[in-house]
């Protein structure tokens, strides 16, 4: 079993920044893949962007140039710099995690593990 815990959500006004962080514990060897979603009020739960152990990255159009996805292995932790945030950006932020090498997986239901979520409120 793999746990995710995310931290370092909250209220920010347009313009800001955040950093999200997406600390892993268990079986983590056999999760090297990990991704961001967020779910809005009223909408689905959409891909933000993901990075494999090799550090490679993949990242939702909605957000490139934007949010910067990063991590330390020795940690087990993977984070989220989100910077020029919009009021579109307003969601609940979910880490996830699953098997796999290159690949990052877009659809949710590839992901085996979730964490909680964490809120990200953007004002205007």
């Known amino acids: 079993q793999v746990q995710l815990v995310e931290s370092g959500g909250g209220l920010v006004q347009a313009g800001g920044s955040l950093r999200l962080s997406c600390a892993a514990s268990?079986?983590?060897?056999?999760?090297?893949?990990v991704a961001w979603f967020r779910q809005a009020p009223g909408k689905e739960r959409e891909f933000v962007g993901g990075?494999?152990?090799?550090?490679?990255?993949s990242t939702a159009d909605s957000v490139k140039g934007r949010f910067t996805i990063s991590r330390d292995n020795a940690k087990n932790t993977v984070l989220l710099q989100m910077d020029s945030l919009k009021p579109e950006d307003t969601a609940v932020y979910y880490c996830?995690?699953?098997?796999?090498?290159?690949?990052?997986?877009?659809?949710?239901?590839?992901?085996?593990?979730w964490g909680q979520g964490t809120q990200v409120t953007v004002s205007s």
């Open positions: 990075i494999n152990r090799a550090g490679g990255t």
């Open positions: 268990g079986r983590t060897f056999n999760t090297p893949i």
């Open positions: 996830s995690a699953r098997a796999g090498t290159l690949r990052i997986p877009r659809e949710r239901n590839e992901y085996d593990y």
